[in-house]
């Protein structure tokens, strides 16, 4: 069994930073790319920024040049800085991992999300 547990949301003025972590646990062999995505009231859920186990990254054009998305292999976590908040960045933010298990299955999983709210 893994799980993914999210931490770092929260409440901050347009302008202001937050930094999400997501950490797995449990049944892991090892991690391949690691994400987060995000979903707003109404909207569907998008891509917000990704890293492979190489620590290539990807990012959703909305975020480019404030979001900084990281990770530790050590640790199974992976890190979003989001700097430059704005009130369109107000959502539930979820962790996404690729894992292959100790039992060698390659299984996709989520965690339970994490609310972002930006606003004065």
């Known amino acids: 069994q893994v799980q993914l547990v999210e931490s770092g949301g929260g409440l901050v003025q347009p302008g202001g930073s937050l930094r999400l972590s997501c950490a797995a646990s449990?049944?892991?062999?090892?991690?391949?790319?690691m994400g987060w995505y995000r979903q707003a009231p109404e909207k569907q859920r998008e891509l917000v920024a990704t890293?492979?186990?190489?620590?290539?990254?990807n990012y959703a054009d909305s975020v480019k040049g404030r979001f900084t998305i990281s990770r530790d292999n050590a640790k199974n976590t992976v890190y979003l800085q989001m700097n430059s908040l704005k009130p369109e960045d107000t959502a539930v933010y979820y962790c996404?991992?690729?894992?292959?298990?100790?039992?060698?299955?390659?299984?996709?999983?989520w965690g339970q999300g994490t609310q972002v709210t930006v606003s004065s």
């Open positions: 996404n991992a690729a894992i292959t298990t100790r039992n060698l299955a390659r299984l996709t999983y």
């Open positions: 890293v492979t186990r190489g620590s290539s990254t």
């Open positions: 449990g049944s892991i062999f090892n991690i391949n790319t």
